[in-house]
């Protein structure tokens, strides 16, 4: 049968460009719709790969000045011509407002993060080892659970130095100190735990689609629909 996707393209994006160049190209025209206002400076690439198409795939992430955004990324994927397939992804629109300016260091986050998590699972701090604190923005909508306000973060791994069901998520308020989410990201570990600050474990899942089914539809043309500030899904046929 013939291929009834609608191909989509845009100045900039061309097979004369490398993948990322034309992915950003799509990004720049559709990334308004995902609530992205600058895509050139709010998305970094984390890995090009292939689509089940043949085409190239890029995977952005959202960053804000440079501090990556937890769960916020955005997923191009093309033909092997460069025309656009489908976009994808999910990012906070709370992130560009945010300060970036810690009152907690990242030492004092990983010996906060090395206590929790020895205090959980009954262990002595010796037996574990942490990862080096990243500094993240963390937006409960995006990853859950809840939806407390976006937070600074830093971002760490605690883990046993000896082999157990342990891999601990923590992330470490940069302002408060407080623990803004933790779990262990060992499927399927026994007393399992997820919770923030405020022990909710509900998380909403939102999500805005948008579809064409004809070529060369611009941003904000009929057939696209919003539904949501938060998430984009879209798939063009």
Request: glycine residues 8%; aromatic residues 4%.
């Amino acid at each position: 049968s013939s291929d009834r996707r609608a191909h989509l393209s845009v100045s900039g994006a061309s097979a004369a460009q490398s993948p990322q160049e034309s992915a950003l190209a799509f990004a720049r025209a559709y990334g308004p719709l995902f609530g992205l206002q600058e895509p050139v400076v709010e998305l970094t690439v984390m890995r090009e790969s292939r689509n089940a198409a043949g085409g190239p795939a890029v995977r952005f992430r959202q960053v804000r000045q440079g501090v990556p955004v937890i769960g916020g990324e955005l997923i191009v994927n093309m033909d092997a011509n460069h025309n656009l397939l489908s976009m994808n992804g999910e990012v906070s629109e709370t992130a560009k407002t945010l300060s970036l300016q810690p009152t907690i260091n990242a030492g004092d986050a990983r010996a906060t993060a090395l206590a929790a998590v020895a205090k959980w699972y009954k262990l002595g701090q010796d037996a574990l080892e942490a990862t080096s604190a990243e500094l993240s923005v963390y937006d409960p909508r995006l990853i859950g659970p809840g939806h407390a306000p976006t937070r600074l973060v830093w971002r760490l791994e605690v883990r046993p130095k000896a082999l157990m069901p342990i891999r601990e998520l923590v992330l470490v308020d940069a302002r408060s100190g407080a623990i803004a989410l933790h779990f262990n990201q060992v499927p399927d570990a026994k007393n399992r735990v997820t919770s923030d600050a405020n022990a909710s474990a509900c998380r909403s899942n939102i999500s805005l689609t948008c579809s064409s089914k004809s070529a060369g539809t611009p941003a904000g043309a009929s057939g696209i629909s919003r539904t949501s500030p938060l998430r984009l899904c879209a798939s063009i046929f």
